[in-house]
T-cell receptor, first 115, second 116 residues
Framework: AQKITQTQPGMFVQEKEAVTLDCTYD???????LFWYKQPSSGEMIFLIY??????QNATEGRYSLNFQKARKSANLVISASQLGDSAMYFC????????????FGGGTRLMVKP | GAVVSQHPSWVICKSGTSVKIECRSL??????MFWYRQFPKQSLMLMAT?????????EQGVEKDKFLINHASLTLSTLTVTSAHPEDSSFYIC????????????FGQGTRLTVV
């Protein structure tokens, strides 16, 4: 069975500091995609970053980077220079290429940035 | 990026009535759309996969007669919650996949349904 786990239900970070949100997954598939989404209180899902299972380099998008460790089956999100507007729920998700292309989500981490 | 529009953003309805939620891909054709449900403080759970021109595929435990999905065109999928009850109150959100690239699934804004 494929499963996504986010072990941190909530986290605090000081403004301007970096923070790492954990995500581990369990699959025997070789081909898959890893996503991170941000969900503010309004409910919309904002795409942050993507990593393909065959990508050799860690993905980066502005202040977001993905620490992909395939052997450990982890895909942690690193947010550098946290801003107050980063306070939100963050979801790790996977798309298993042999499973209809839908996303399977982790339980989420609520990040709160302190001024 | 591609845009997915979901309407309405919130709705309050009486128990026993039906509610229709629309999900439109505005600038691309989506042969497949996905419907998710999110209860408060929980994650998104896939309800069904909507395929243009064919019957939707429902996840285990989701009642297909209660959550009717229609995907009549390449830009529109609808979810109808029939005979809604208070336990159906939730946040419903759709997503669509564009085949311009395989790196992103685009989400609608979501619909917050409250059944009273």
């Amino acid at each position: 069975a494929q499963k996504i786990t986010q072990t941190q239900p909530g986290m605090f970070v000081q403004e301007k500091e970096a923070v790492t949100l954990d995500c581990t997954y369990d699959t025997s598939d070789q081909s898959y995609g890893l996503f991170w989404y941000k969900q503010p209180s309004s409910g919309e899902m904002i795409f942050l970053i993507y990593q393909g299972s065959y990508d050799e380099q860690n993905a980066t998008e502005g202040r977001y980077s993905l620490n992909f460790q395939k052997a450990r089956k982890s895909a942690n999100l690193v947010i550098s220079a946290s801003q107050l507007g980063d306070s939100a729920m963050y979801f790790c998700a996977m798309r298993f290429d042999n499973a209809g292309n839908m996303l399977t989500f982790g339980g989420g981490t609520r990040l709160m940035v302190k001024p | 990026g591609a845009v997915v529009s979901q309407h309405p953003s919130w709705v309050i309805c009486k128990s026993g009535t039906s509610v229709k939620i629309e999900c439109r891909s505005l600038d691309f054709q989506a042969t497949t759309m996905f419907w998710y449900r999110q209860f408060p403080k929980q994650s998104l759970m896939l309800m069904a996969t909507s395929n243009e021109g064919s019957k939707a595929t429902y996840e285990q435990g989701v009642e297909k007669d209660k959550f009717l999905i229609n995907h009549a065109s390449l830009t529109l999928s609808t979810l109808t919650v029939t005979s809604a009850h208070p336990e159906d109150s939730s946040f419903y959100i759709c997503s669509a996949r564009t085949y311009r690239g395989n790196t992103e699934a685009f989400f609608g804004q979501g619909t917050r349904l409250t059944v009273v």
